[in-house]
């Protein structure tokens, strides 16, 4: 079946350490994101890619960082300049298309914890 | 910028009606999308306007009104598996790959 997975489930961070969140997509999918979502808060755009060896920040892009070097990986590092990283991190992929009706298609999520 | 706004929660009975309401205000609009989110799980995807007017699958009907900036989604016959975050989402026109701007989610209750 197609999807979205991410990976670990459940990560914890130490102090000055960068941690890498996975997420793989076999959608055939273009465009790629990554969410960050707090208790009481909507899902906050992270970084972004709409095509292979490229991608842009999003509203809160400073402490972490990505990488696109295949369609179908996309993963997230969180470095020690995140100094509140705890949270649920979202993967989701969509056609890259402005106009479209197409959703975006998340994963299960990884749930990110300061040691 | 875009500001999106829903209740934070709403309680209701099993077989009974709720909708839950969404506005928000943005500097260009080209679609808003409902999506159901269980505790601790993805978001999945409900429902799509662009237009106004209403659209029904099933027991999940969501309207829209691009001159009143507000959408509602309807949710009929609840069942407890209802109980869940619903998420508001508007895609913004003024860029040209249309990203996304959630709000903060509507927590259902349903109570047998």
């Known amino acids: 079946d197609g999807g979205i997975t991410q990976s670990p489930k459940y990560l914890f961070r130490k102090e000055g350490q960068n941690v890498t969140l996975s997420c793989e997509q076999n959608?055939?999918?273009?465009?790629m994101y990554w969410y960050r979502q707090d208790p009481g808060q909507g899902l906050r755009l992270i970084y972004y890619s709409q095509i292979v060896n490229d991608f842009q920040k999003g509203d809160i892009a400073e402490g972490y960082s990505v990488s696109r070097e295949k369609k179908e990986s996309f993963p997230l590092t969180v470095t020690s300049a995140q100094k509140n990283p705890t949270a649920f991190y979202l993967c989701?992929?969509?056609?890259?298309?402005?106009?479209?009706?197409?959703?975006?298609?998340f994963g299960d999520g990884t749930r990110l914890s300061i040691l | 910028g875009q500001n999106i706004d829903q209740p934070t929660e709403m309680t209701a009975t099993e077989g009974a009606i709720v909708q839950i309401n969404c506005t928000y205000q943005t500097s260009g609009f080209n679609g808003l999308f409902w999506y159901q989110q269980h505790a601790g799980e993805a978001p999945t995807f409900l429902s799509y306007?662009?237009?106004?007017g209403l659209e029904e699958k099933g027991r999940f009907s969501s309207f829209l009104s691009r001159s009143k900036g507000y959408s509602y989604l309807l949710l009929k016959e609840l069942q407890m598996k209802d109980s869940a975050s619903y998420l508001c989402?508007?895609?913004?026109?003024?860029?040209?790959?249309?990203?996304?701007?959630f709000g903060a989610g509507t927590q259902v209750v349903v109570t047998p």
């Open positions: 989701a992929s969509s056609i890259r298309t402005g106009g479209s009706n197409q959703p975006q298609h």
């Open positions: 306007n662009v237009l106004d």
């Open positions: 959608l055939n999918h273009d465009a």
């Open positions: 989402a508007v895609r913004d026109q003024s860029n040209s790959w249309g990203k996304l701007q």
